[in-house]
């Protein structure tokens, strides 16, 4: 084990000069960029009470920070607390799960405030922002939180970095395409977010493919308390994902039904998942890794169509497929990816991310596609596709159509970007670990001498002897 | 302890078909249930926008989803992350405690929807949800989390469903006594969720006697960590108590008052729970058991009439004393009830849910019977209380009786309810495990073979070598 | 070490009859002064429906509860989470980070009511609240928790007790004269809470100074575990911190503006603070206690202008050159404060409160100097900085100059109140411990006997066997 870590250290895996250096310059190119483009909205102007005029509202009420803040704060703690501590599982690698999620997202953030606003709130040559425009950006970021599952403990952080700035970039492309130019609907991104980031990120990891990856097998695992802590994640990202789903709808009534959806097939998948862990195990003992990770494709599963009028049933019934379909993926599919097809997926976003992404998409063009106006109301199928100017024509089946292209869109993008990133990250310039010290904090990380063991035997003398 | 367990394996604790069996039937008949009854209510169907012109609203902001969303949040985290991490102290059964609370949480708020439905929402045949039904499911699934703490380590996950299918129930026709044949008001629900629940738990617990309990003594603590993870729990449940009491008050002024009160109770909780911890034992050394618990009695105290004029330095005072109550009832009651009664109740419910229940009902009867119209203005006096229609003529001293009567029927239906349950319970089918495998996870589920200690040595070579 | 121990218990520490007798008496001091003094504002108050009709609101959502109750519960959480957690990074003082921060914070709001209220809120003999006097009160203790951060395993809990009631105290003076008299804007307290509460605890901890305190060398690291559960404080802290900023700023664009604008400086922080930890390494590895502390610098740096019109980039800056000071501070200051100044600051509050508390103060009185009515808006101007009434012709360079003020005022109150409460804490009837039982909760707290390691290996029958 000495031997082989330190020749893992052969690779020169210091960060001293490379990370600083990316960090800084980057950080810097943020302030110039916001300084030149990024200004309040009208609603985080000092000059809103002229707007507020203008625009006839009475009451500060109307200002949309308070239609929105709520769902912004709990999608910020899914963002950060949810992926990051879902990923400390790890015996091992929870400095870098958490650390490096911080990281990533932290600079995402930025850099998708930039590329979003300008593609969605530029006027004048000054991107104008608002609580929406952060929601979106913690959206963007969010999709490379997911990718970062599949490589999670394999690459340095400015391996990350780089991704990040990449995926940023490509996601907005791609949201642009389908929100503007295929006038899609994807308010919980199935597509734009899941699916997109899934099969990014599979496919950055099908490149970096390591094939001496069982010399660090033994830090694979979990321990007990790493599990909980991740459990930690998993409840957030579970309890806030009404949150999640229903951010960015319209105000009203598509918000408030997008959040009962959303619920309603979370609960369904926990019961299917729960059944399927226990079934597929001699035993009959439930797996932690399912509970952890199944558990929340349901609330992917739902992404685009929550705001649309699925029903409590047919999110009952979405949430307890993809219940079902993760679990199998873990059980099944995970382990055939990686032996056949050199796809190694440490968080198993495969199960929680694409296959549910794709369910969610496919559930949303046959939900837009089933729409009619008895159903939604002549008033409220016209808002809730948004059928005005250009789109006047457009009829529910037409729109289940072009739902569906999103799809294919969403995954040609990943398939396209994931293989042009994975191949700038397998430049040997970032500074990863040797395979044998994948999944270890210790390589990037200033790691606490643990001594806890002992610690805990300070009642009995005997033992706190023996260091 | 090897010879144990497998005598232990000897009494099938296996969940391979049975768990599966009812998680997957019961989840089926929830989506036919659904199918056949749960539609979207006015504010979260597509035809807002009409209801809007009907009901002569004119902004969004009107929809009830502004007004309950964020303290629904607040309760789901409470439910979730608040009592599936409180239940964590015990050293190996962390897996199980937020695990299962998962489990039966998920389960319980589709089943709550559908009776307190049946009860409440029930219109045309349909029932109709909106964000005030899943705080109510919510609120509902809290009793049962209630009752698990009782028999918390002692059951199979089948024991646990079956206990939630029947609880539910019950939960919701007591619920529908107090509210709607006793027009009892309960907003924070010390009557209808802790009382009920506790007691309920109670006599489950009672039934299920196990005579050799403390064969699995050694497995009854917590470790150092685990009374960490707990303490993310009791400061989560702690924190959005206000959130709880207020979460389904009438609009404006009863929500802003009950969350005052609530935080007041609290806080002088937490202050008497410290002095009694301190005091009862003979170095004045505090014990994590109170802190974790007794420190919530003041909320659970309030949850009547924390939407009633109970002023803040009231609220001090019901804090107060529920915190000593508390506290004092896990130093001296719990043992007596284990040993004088044979009640085993794992976490104490009887000290933080119980008797601070009791008191809340009581504290409830006695600030209705003192409302006058002084106090709370003429119409407020007749909104606070709802006296109108067939209530016209009530008079505060008459709701008070009503108020008392509701802790009587609550206590009734948890004696009765529970004896049923844990008598349907202790058939031996379920596959709950022997004495000596109580309070393990492994029993249920897949333990990683943790070799934490080794790992963290690392540094110290000697020892990795070890094992 | 047992030895050390004995020796040190003859410091008597025991809590027993000391810390109970505070806790009661205390609140039944808060008990009376709440019966004399505290009730219900408008807003809270049963007669709302009366004040309504009277102030002409149509609707219930103009009620200020809900502007302000979700900030409210982030900064709730920020409080006994976020800091509590924060400190648990000890290896063996996690019960008495998260249990003295509730015991001390749950006083303090209690008592910050009171004070605050006969300030603020006093009204014909009456102090009348609401919540935006409970964010107040978590606000004011939030400048003890703070401090605690400099004393952190040093003191006893009644020393803690002692140190909030002056504090508290004195909190409240100095923000009457820096909101009253000086008419500062400090809405992210910047000021008032962060300088004046770092400086405060500073003070109090250079008088406690201990000259043996490397006896306890052993127990001021962290383990691994240890420093994921303070990940968690670190991330509620970061994430809610734009909650924070903007509670108590006004409706509207104000409360938009300063969510935004903490948002921004936040994310620019993490990259600097990863970048400096990185380059001050020899080997380039990050340093926990830098991404736990110095990633939050950004949100104390704009406090005092996130609700001006600082602007995103402005934010960048300021978040970027904060983190950057902060992390310069954990490697080269505190080191300097501990051995040439005898200032002993456990969680580094000087790097992560102080400096970046001045710079809030600083980069708040440069941006209000620089206000102009051409960017906010004649209105806006003058809503922005309340130019209304005696403060009519003050000008945007006069208003800075009053920030300044506040600065030195801050800091004179932090070092002159900190060396009489110090002076007070020095006193021998504490109960505090010998230098060789700080940062050990065993000394006030039952620590379960951890026998976690052999739980672990259950499973390796050889271990098991060994205890």
Redesign the interface.
Known sequence: ??MERHQGMAKNT????R???V??L??LA??VL??AF???GA????????E?RQMNLT?????????R???F??V??MI??GF??LM?FL??Y??GA??FN??LA??G??WA?LMQGWFHSFKDGKIL???EN?INADFCVGSVCIAFGAILGKTS?IQLLVMTLFQVTLFSVNEYILLNLLHVKDAGGSMTIHTFGAYFGLTVTWILYRPNLEQSKDKQ?????S???S??GT??L???W??FNSAISD???????S??NT??S???C???T???S??L????????VH?QNA?LAGGVAVGTSAEM?L???GS??VG?VSGIVSTLGYVYFTPFLESRLHIQDTCGIHNLHAMPGLIGGIVGAITAAAATED???K???I??FDFTGEYETRTAGVQGGFQAAGIVVSLLMAFAGGALVGGILKLPIWGDAAAENCFED?V??????????D???????SK?AS?
């Not at 610690?455 to 003398?461: E, G, I, L, N, Q």
């Open positions: 084990l000495r210091s960060m001293r000069w990370l600083p250096l960090c800084l980057w950080e943020m302030i916001f300084g990024v200004r309040f609603e985080a102007d000092a000059h809103w009470e002229e507020k009451s500060d009420m109307e200002n949309d920070f308070y239609f803040y709520p769902s704060q709990d910020h703690v950060f607390v990051g501590f400390t015996k091992r929870g400095f958490v650390g911080f990281l932290a600079f953030i930025q405030l922002i608002g609580v952060l952080p695992g979990s321990v007990y308390h599990d909980l802590f459990m930690i409840l957030y579970w309890m806030y009404p949150s105000h009203g009534d598509a918000q408030h039904r959040a009962i619920y309603c979370l609960a369904a926990v019961l299917t729960m059944a399927f226990s079934m195990q001699k035993k009959g003992k439930l797996d932690m509970i558990t009028m029903t409590p049933y009952l019934i307890s159903v939604y109301g008033e409220g199928f808002k809730a210790d990037y990380w200033e790691v606490p001498e643990d001594e806890e063991s610690v805990y035997r300070m009642h009995s003398p706190a260091p």
